[in-house]
């Protein structure tokens, strides 16, 4: 099991690395060429290198463009932000849309920015910033994560409470991260999302224990209060993967 922080490959994934690069070997190699490359292992080498550090450029070159797009919407939200040195949690396999948190953003301001461009809905009339506790916050620096890149939240999370969330260690979206989600879809689209069911912001609570939720209903962004020990099939969380 890969560990957290871990900057060595494990006995595991080496193995695993090594058994993907015998499959790249052609079955119907002739003897001749298979001896050329018994005799040169140094090229075989290099053009296996290669390949690796030709994919880490890629890897690079993808989220430079990234960063400048989400400068570029914080601009246009009026907000300066510069991500040059920002860490960018390891990527997994389905997780492919960036979410990054300019420092500062909290959840009143970015609601705040929804109500300029869209309607808006929330159940109380109070500040969410007094209200509203994340697990992760922009309060001191910028931060990123990397969720499902979907309209509505993930299936796989339905009909789990925040404590089923909690209790099987699985890291949910906060409502910043969520906001910030529908301010960018919208801002890409015009459209919406969670339009067929609803996104349990696991990642936060209401200074009573309640849970946020955010969907598009009714024509407008709601923001509910929900209890954190209830589930429900349309009521589904969005896994955050962060560093």
């Known amino acids: 099991m890969e560990k957290k922080n871990q900057t060595v490959l494990s006995i595991g994934q080496m193995k695993e690395l090594i058994c993907a690069i015998i499959q790249g070997v052609q079955i119907d190699l002739s003897v001749k060429e298979a001896q050329y490359w018994i005799g040169n292992k140094g090229e075989l080498a290099g053009k296996i290198k290669a390949i690796f550090k030709q994919e880490s450029e890629l890897v690079v070159s993808d989220i430079s463009v990234l960063l400048s797009d989400w400068q570029n919407f914080y601009s246009e939200l009026g907000i300066e932000a510069d991500f040059s040195n920002l860490k960018i949690p390891e990527k997994q ?37 007094k209200i509203v506790e994340s697990e992760r916050t922009a309060k001191n620096s910028a931060y990123a994560i990397w969720v499902r890149n979907r309209v ?47 996104t ?27 209890s954190s020990v209830l589930r429900s099939d349309r009521l589904r969380a969005r896994r955050a993967v962060s560093s």
């Not at 997780?95 to 948190?101: A, G, N, S």
């Not at 909690?166 to 999302?193: A, D, Q, V, W």
């Open 200 to 226: 349990l912001c696991a990642g936060s609570r209401y200074s009573d224990g309640g849970v946020p939720l955010v969907s598009w209903y009714n024509g407008q962004l709601e923001l509910h209060w929900y």
């Open 152 to 198: 509505e939240a993930d299936e796989e999370l339905k009909n789990l409470s925040a404590d089923d969330l909690k209790n099987k260690n699985i890291p949910g979206i906060t409502l910043e991260e969520r906001l910030i989600y529908e301010l960018k879809y919208f801002k890409e689209t015009k459209n919406h999302l969670d339009v067929k069911n609803i």
């Open 93 to 129: 396999p389905g997780f492919d849309r960036l979410i990054i948190v300019a420092k500062g953003m909290t959840p009143q301001l970015l609601y705040d920015k929804c109500k300029e461009l869209f309607p808006c809905w929330k159940w109380t009339d109070e500040n969410l910033n």
